[in-house]
């Protein structure tokens, strides 16, 4: 019981945490509207999470390998995702997710990713997560209203550097491949156990209303002024990963 208490409680406190950086925001739109509270949260998320992506992807000892980004199917990324240590660690973050579609990356879909993790932990602190969804089953998956990594969906640390060879077992085995960085530098992050949902509330103040998760991802919205940087800055990496080196 103290254990169960002790997650609940971790958990409350991360998510007041956000809820109270939320309400602070402002942010400016691509037409220039300065926007306040939920719907500034959102836009800088997906800024945040566009700029996340390119720095990983600019750093060559840690970015993740060509072999890896042509044979994704989606990318999530959850910038400064919090984790809590109250004795038994916590963590929570909101992010974005985006799929490839037959005219390009999908419109964004926004979830949170909430779990625990047993072991002593002091402190809290913000890690950067990119999680690449590697065939169709763990895409049905990310579709679904709810899934556990690990449990739905198998989830493995993934490979790094340009030049590096991603194992045929780790890319069929698991679904999800996951890139986490604490403080600028590569940082291992066990997802096992984390709970991924559709974030109702960041959809509805960025579209104006709760489109599925499911309608955003299969390329049944369009991608908004508001979105296209973001959208821009997937679309940059896997191109790169898909143009021939120079002999």
Same mark, same amino acid.
């Not at 971790?10 to 309400?23: G, Q």
């Not at 890319?171 to 996951?178: A, G, I, P, R, Y």
């Not at 390329?219 to 002024?225: D, H, Q």
């Given at each position: 019981?103290? *254990?169960?208490?002790?997650?609940? @409680?971790?958990?409350?406190?991360?998510?007041?945490?956000?809820?109270?950086?939320?309400?602070?925001?402002?942010? %400016?739109?691509? @037409?220039?509207?300065?926007? %306040?509270?939920?719907?500034a949260a959102v836009i800088d998320r997906l800024r945040d999470a566009g700029a996340d992506l390119q720095q990983l992807m600019g750093a060559p000892d840690s970015s993740i390998p060509d072999t890896v980004l042509k044979d994704a199917k989606c990318v999530a990324v959850v910038p400064d995702m919090v984790k809590g240590g109250f004795v038994v660690g916590a963590q929570h973050g909101r992010g974005v997710a985006t799929c490839r579609t037959g005219n390009g990356w999908?419109?964004?879909?926004?979830?949170?990713? %909430?779990?625990? %993790?047993?072991?002593a932990q002091i402190g809290v602190e913000s890690v950067d997560l990119v999680m690449l969804v590697m065939n169709q089953k763990g895409m049905q998956d990310l579709l679904n209203s709810e899934f556990k990594l690990g449990g739905d969906a198998g989830v493995a640390a993934g490979p790094v550097g340009r030049e590096a060879q991603a194992s045929t077992n780790l890319?069929?085995? *698991?679904?999800?491949? *996951?890139y986490s960085r604490a403080r600028g530098l590569f940082a291992g992050l066990d997802l096992n156990g984390a709970v991924i949902k559709p974030d109702q509330s960041s959809t509805a103040a960025f579209y104006g209303s709760d489109v599925p998760f499911r309608t955003l991802l299969t390329?049944?919205?369009?991608?908004?002024?508001d979105a296209r940087p973001f959208v821009a800055s997937v679309q940059q990496a896997f191109h790169e990963a898909n143009v021939p080196a120079n002999p």
């Open positions: 019981m103290r *254990s169960k208490f002790a997650v609940t @409680s971790a958990m409350m406190i991360l998510l007041a945490f956000v809820a109270a950086c939320a309400r602070n925001k402002t942010a %400016t739109t691509a @037409s220039g509207q300065v926007v %306040t509270g939920d719907k999908s419109a964004p879909a926004f979830f949170t990713l %909430t779990g625990g %993790t047993w072991g890319t069929f085995k *698991s679904e999800v491949l *996951s390329g049944g919205e369009r991608v908004s002024a």
